[in-house]
């Protein structure tokens, strides 16, 4: 069994910064590939960031490319989302998940999901 554990979340002005982290334990969890999604209020659950298992390949959607950084540490069993230039439509749930060995933006193909944090962004 794998736990995630998201942290970092809150109330931010547009423009400003935060980072997001999750922690993993367990006695199975070996390091998998992982991912971060999103799901703002009345919306469906969607995918943000999708690190593989080094960390040496990222993927991301494209409203938050260039923004946003998804890292790792492998070491501690951490999980990051650096989340810049915050905008409104930012705000939602966030939420870590272990993903598939191959990139996917699919919410079906990840498993293990944290109970998420939340990010507000003000205009």
Known sequence: QVQLVESGGGLVQAGDSLRLSCAASGRTFRNPAMGWFRQAPGKERRFVAY?????????????????FTISRDNANNMLYLQMNSLKPEDTAVYYCAVGPAYYSPNSKDYAYWGQGTQVTVSS
């Open 51 to 67: 690190i593989n298992t080094s960390g040496g390949a990222t993927y991301y959607t494209g409203s938050v490319k260039g923004r």
